[in-house]
């Protein structure tokens, strides 16, 4: 792939491609979660719109709860860590499985520690919501930890007929106080020659960051006011890129995917519509107003005034209060408007008591609730797995590896498994398949059959790994178990002598003699 000359440039090409899903992206945004994509033009702090429902941010906050916790679920890990048979094999084979497997477990708990430690779910919970509204989102790890969401309008990305992507450019607003000092000082001088001899230069600079596909690797670098930093230059692997443009609806052939809002973005504006029309008709019907009859002989001063039981010189018929007859036309508001909410409730999952309300979620509520929205968004969180759950796995392990908090093993020893939707997440699944498999040899054969054909330690093992739990000092050794029924057995034995057997045999070992059958 040949790369730009100038990255601004590139920049200011790719988006005319992107105009139009902005465009749309912004109208979503209007009727959902407005600070998410604010209008084009719009200065820090400005106002924003304002409407009469705000049933598209419940929708969008609810639902974007939900996936969060399925792609990042707390204390619980969304992938797995498997060898090939081959690795095994080299291993030891199928005796050692069970170490294999306990091994994997500390080597994804360490992985799970980091993401816990680093601000990861907040901003991915951030990027779920411009998803769903805008229906692209560029993520970015940082090399510190934790991740950085761009929303659409601040990066532009180019893709192939198949859906790979081939370039990438953000931009970011910094103070150049703080480039690198190698290119500070130009910059600040092209920044005084363009203010001009009475102008003020500006206080912050666009930096672009490119990355582009090249051969099997990615290429990176950034442009600050037509100067590369050299510090920037740098490469990726292709398969642990820290940046990964998502799309929620991919479609064939286009560079950005279509949200989840923008498909029922006619019911969002008509319920804003309705509902404005239903406040503002409830506010004129709850408007008290009184009518006088001006050849009437009562006076309004006298009415205005007066307090309750008084009585005052005046004919019932000279005053009448206004009334406005909508009932019936404001129950067909309501009526419309509940249907649009239901419609929209399944949508958005709002209807689905996926997860209770509780301190503590169970491994089996995640996995019910992935099975749920798998089925219910018709495989876009498994495209989410896709997109950026594998990479983001890919590039953590590289990350802990080059930190040294992993091994450095082989890059084809292990294969990471994200397990979402219509499979479980984390090793529930593995659990459940040990718990039926006891239960099918004890129906089969009985309680002994587990003791002739099971091995039991074995089976602890993998009990352990697949709950999650540290299994040293928690499980006795084998040895130590045989020591303690070994020990069981001789005081079994000494109380079935009893006490007048055993004073025997002591008084016959100090007389250097053995009973008969003991040689």
Same mark, same amino acid.
């Given at each position: 792939?040949?790369?730009? =000359? ?290 009437? =002989? ?118 990471? =498994? ?102």
């Amino acid at each position: 792939m040949q790369l730009p =000359v100038s990255l601004k440039q590139e920049y200011e090409r790719l988006s005319t491609d992107r105009s139009p899903y902005l465009l749309r992206a912004r109208d979503a945004s209007k009727y959902t979660v407005p600070t998410l994509l604010p209008p084009e033009g719009r200065t820090s702090g400005g106002k924003l719109r304002s409407g009469y429902s705000n049933y598209g941010a419940r929708c969008v906050n609810s639902l974007a709860s939900k996936l969060l916790l399925a792609i990042l679920p707390a204390r619980q890990s969304f992938f797995r860590l498997q060898v090939g048979d081959n690795i095994l094999a080299q291993l030891g084979g199928p005796q050692v499985r069970a170490d294999v497997e306990r091994a994997l477990a500390d080597y994804e708990a360490i992985i799970q520690s980091d993401i816990e430690e680093t601000p990861t779910r907040t901003p991915v919970g951030e990027g779920v919501k411009h998803l769903l509204v805008a229906g692209n989102v560029l993520t970015y790890m940082l090399p510190e930890g934790g991740v950085k969401c761009y929303p659409l309008h601040s990066y532009v990305c180019q893709r192939d007929d198949s859906g790979n992507v081939l370039r990438t450019i953000a931009e970011d607003r910094v103070s150049p106080m703080t480039l690198p000092e190698s290119i500070r000082g130009a910059v600040k001088a092209r920044l005084l020659e363009r203010a001009g001899q009475h102008g003020h230069p500006d206080k912050t600079v666009t930096v672009y960051t490119g990355v582009f596909r090249n051969g099997n690797h990615w290429r990176v670098w950034q442009e600050v006011e037509g100067i590369n930093v050299p510090e920037s230059d740098g490469s990726y692997p292709l398969d642990a890129s820290p940046w990964m443009p998502l799309r929620w609806t991919p479609v064939s052939g286009e560079s950005y995917g279509r949200g989840l809002v923008e498909d029922y973005l006619g019911y969002f504006i008509s319920l804003e519509a309705l509902t404005a029309a239903l406040v503002k008709g409830t506010a004129v019907a709850a408007k008290v107003v009184y009518l006088r009859n001006p050849n009437g =002989v009562t006076k309004a001063s006298a009415l205005t005034r007066s307090e309750t039981g008084d009585v005052i010189d005046g004919k019932p018929d000279d005053v009448h209060a206004l009334q406005s007859e909508k009932t019936q036309d404001f129950r067909t508001a309501r009526e419309m408007i509940n249907d649009l909410k239901e419609e929209l409730a399944y949508a958005f999952a709002l209807n689905q008591a996926i997860q209770r309300n509780a301190e503590r979620v169970t491994a089996e509520e995640i996995r019910y609730m992935a099975q749920e929205l798998d089925s219910l968004l018709g495989g876009n969180y498994s495209t989410l797995s896709q997109e950026f759950q594998r990479p983001f796995l890919r590039r953590k392990m590289l990350e802990l590896e080059k930190a040294g908090k992993l091994p450095a093993l082989p890059k084809k020893a292990l294969r990471p =498994v994200i397990v979402t939707g219509l499979d479980a997440l984390g090793r529930g699944a593995e659990l459940d398949n040990l718990r039926a498999l006891v239960k099918d040899i004890v129906d089969l054969g009985g309680p002994q059959a587990l003791e002739t054909y099971v091995s039991f330690d074995d089976l602890l093992k993998r009990l352990t790994t697949a709950r999650g739990v540290k299994a040293d000092g928690l499980i006795k050794p084998k040895e130590v178990v045989a020591a303690e029924q070994q020990q069981k057995q001789q005081l079994a034995m000494m109380q079935q002598l009893g006490p007048n057997a055993i004073n025997q045999m002591g008084q016959l070992a100090k007389a250097g003699m053995a009973p008969q059958g003991t040689q």
